[in-house]
């Protein structure tokens, strides 16, 4: 009985192995973005506003989102530099905002979700 049950498991193992989706190094990185943002168009906002089209557009400018009055009066244009600051330790780039979000330290990581949130909020 007890062979049984541990081969039954096994095989559920592999089944549930099949079918997890491939996730691409960009998509494990916007783990750390997910509980906040949506990407696509027409995605709700979550505790962040959804990014479609930001990038290079003028910070705290997605339609709807009640941004902090930081954000809003920074001046700040979605670059691949502002991005990049942002990414990294948004403290930094900006005092007074309501991003709770310590940073990603890893600049290659860094470059890999600025190209993902390029490609996926077109
Ligand atoms: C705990 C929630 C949270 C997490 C985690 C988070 N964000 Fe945010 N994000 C926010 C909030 C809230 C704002 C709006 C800040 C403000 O108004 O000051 C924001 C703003 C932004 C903006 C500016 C949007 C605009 O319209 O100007 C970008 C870009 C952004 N986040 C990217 C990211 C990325 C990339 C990650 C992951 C590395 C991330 N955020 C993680 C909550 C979060």
């Excluded at 081969?7 to 549930?16: D, W």
């Excluded at 494990?28 to 962040?48: D, I, M, S, V, Y």
């Amino acid at each position: 009985m007890a062979i049984a049950l541990i081969s039954f498991g096994g095989l559920a193992a592999e089944r549930s192995n099949a079918a997890a989706p491939k996730l691409s190094q960009g998509d494990r990185l916007w783990f750390q973005c997910r509980a906040c943002h949506t990407l696509k168009k027409n995605e709700p906002h979550k505790l962040g506003p959804n990014l479609h089209g930001f990038i290079n557009a003028k910070a705290a400018t997605r339609p709807g989102f009640k941004y902090s009055k930081a954000l809003t009066t920074s001046g700040i244009v979605w670059n691949d530099a502002e991005l990049d600051q942002w990414i990294k330790k948004p403290n930094d780039l900006l005092k007074g905002h309501r991003m709770n979000y310590a940073g990603m330290t890893d600049a290659s990581k860094r470059a890999l979700l600025i190209k993902y949130l390029k490609e996926k909020t077109r």
